[in-house]
């Protein structure tokens, strides 16, 4: 990656985005508050504090701190939270739940206007049989072994969990206030509404629900391949902190394998004090769920970690030995990785970078993970899907699926250590992994072929047909008609725009693929094996079928619309498979 892309990466924006882009309303919001430790909690009781937080808000109607996650424009989100029983109400005054006698509309503008067409819900259920076009292997031969030692981790971003609200889909928080244009009142109107994509809806749940949330992603990501999470802790305190204490309780229950890799972001902590975040480091590595190496060693891979200097660092290290009998394997996240690494090889076990989000320039991650080797370090390599962020004004081309396969390609090729998925589930980045509304499980399904092959060595057999299909719904330079004033324009060294649709196709052996663009239809063939073929992106929906001696095989459906007038700017590419389709 090049200097100046490095330098872009640098200014990180707590609403969910890790850079501010030009034209941004106002500067992140500092979480400075810090906790009133007086030692280690032991787990049982960072538990109970946990779960008797979880009862308090569904009891009370009250969802988080509404201090404690930042919204844009420095204001605290989200502070009017319906009640979290699923009955639809608000807080009152009292902090009671107040019954709304009629469920509010679905807003009709934005992102949510699009709606859920085929009423897609996540139900947590194991993967069905037929998703991939290969057959995963069991959770054993990728734990064991040589694929074992090559781990992949998912970067969990605490604001944005499965609900936030416990309401349905067509009128909780997501959908009300930030696929709104209009919602949070108003302020993010300027940029059409803080996300486009938003979690894939779950059903109300009864008892804690925010706890069997969180066991439902680690059910997800682990069925997908994936050893763990790396948790970006956003804050020392709050909602954010509770969710990262409730998150480290769900992991143990779900899987005792499945880990979860300490991120502080110092971009956002703000704390000068390394004894304070050697305390919350302690505190959350009580929980048997923290990743820690075979030798004992417990993880620790702070974003950003060039913001404090190697001596800073060092202090944190030795505090954690001193204080809390807790020895460190530091794992430092650069967004400047060559201009900081020969500074921090003498207290560091390896190293790792944010990367970058188009498909182009992704060699430059070869000469990365060398020089890693060379120091004798281990490499964590960032694989990406996409990035569009509509409150800072920035998206990168990522090429339909063009740089999810590169990305994954060069973690594959150059023999990285480590990977992590850059993100799991940050969807003010529009950089999701996870099962989400516009994309269903389609990237989290193409991620586990490659992961596969990252942690076995071997490409997977394709033993059935399975087609992918991505597209944006509008076209790059569409023009919103809507009240959006900020617009994304595409970051420095960035491939150029495309209006493309993509069909990659796994296939058991050649055959031809019949398309429907818009009002057009084709056909052509494609070989067996892997194979991406690009079609000009048409107004309306698009389809793609495999046919075989005159008889139609999978099909994949891509349900939202392309149009050439819009109202909100939308570059994210929506994709779906045919390996999830009924």
Known sequence: ?????????????????????AGRAAGPVSHRRRPAF?????????????????????????AWDPSDVASVQGAAAPGDLPVTNGTGGSPGASGEATPSPVAPPAPTKGAAAKGNPENAVDSGA???????????????????????????????????????????????????????????????GRYGG????????????????????????????????????????????????????????????????????????????????????????????????AHRLPDGRLVVSPFKAEEKSVAWWTEVIALLKSEHGIRTAFVPLFLDFGAHSDEFASI?????????????????????????????????????????????????????????????????????????????????????????LHNGHAYLDLTSYYLTKFKTGSWPKIVRDTLYLSARTQFADADPTGDQSLVMSLRKGSAPPRDKVEVLSFLTAAGSVRTTVGAGQGSYEAPGGIHAQLLPLKAGTSSAQIVRDGKGGVKVDLPYRVDHKVEVQDLQYYAATSGRES
């Open 126 to 188: 194991e993967r069905p049989t037929g998703a991939l076009p290969f057959d995963m292997p069991a959770p054993a031969a990728l734990r064991s072994g040589g694929a074992g030692k090559k781990l992949v981790f998912a970067h969990y971003f605490t604001p944005y969990p499965l609900s936030l609200d416990n309401a349905a889909a067509d009128r909780d928080y997501y959908t009300r206030n930030y696929l709104n244009p209009d919602g949070e009142s108003g302020k993010h």
């Open 38 to 62: 007086r030692g280690r909690r032991p787990l049982l009781a960072t538990l109970l504090s946990a779960f008797f937080l979880v009862g308090v808000c569904a009891a009370t109607g009250i």
């Open 348 to 436: 560091s076990h390896g190293f790792s970078e944010w990367g970058s989000r188009s498909y182009v320039g992704q060699e430059s991650s070869t000469r990365d993970v060398r020089r890693a080797h060379d120091m004798g370090k281990i490499w964590m390599q960032p694989v990406s899907v996409q990035d569009a962020r509509p409150n800072q004004g920035i998206y990168d081309e990522a090429g339909n699926t063009a740089t999810l396969r590169a990305t994954w390609t060069r973690a594959i090729e150059d023999d990285a250590d480590w990977v992590q998925l850059t993100t799991w589930n940050d969807y003010s980045e529009g950089s999701q992994f996870a099962p989400s």
């Open 1 to 21: 990656m090049t200097a100046d892309r490095r330098t872009d990466r640098r200014a990180r924006h707590r609403a969910g985005g890790r850079e501010e882009g």
């Open 194 to 289: 803080l996300l486009r994509d938003r979690p894939l809806p779950v059903t109300p749940k009864g008892g804690d629900w925010e706890y069997a949330n969180l066991q439902q992603e680690v059910r997800t990501a682990r069925a997908a391949g994936i050893d763990g999470f790396t948790l970006d802790l956003l804050s020392l305190s709050g909602k954010n902190w509770d969710r990262s204490n409730l998150l480290m309780a769900a992991a143990r229950s779900v899987d005792p394998a499945f880990k979860i890799m300490l991120m502080p972001d110092m971009t956002s902590l703000k704390t000068d004090d390394p004894r304070v975040l050697a305390e919350a480091i302690a505190t959350l590595a009580d929980a048997s769920a």
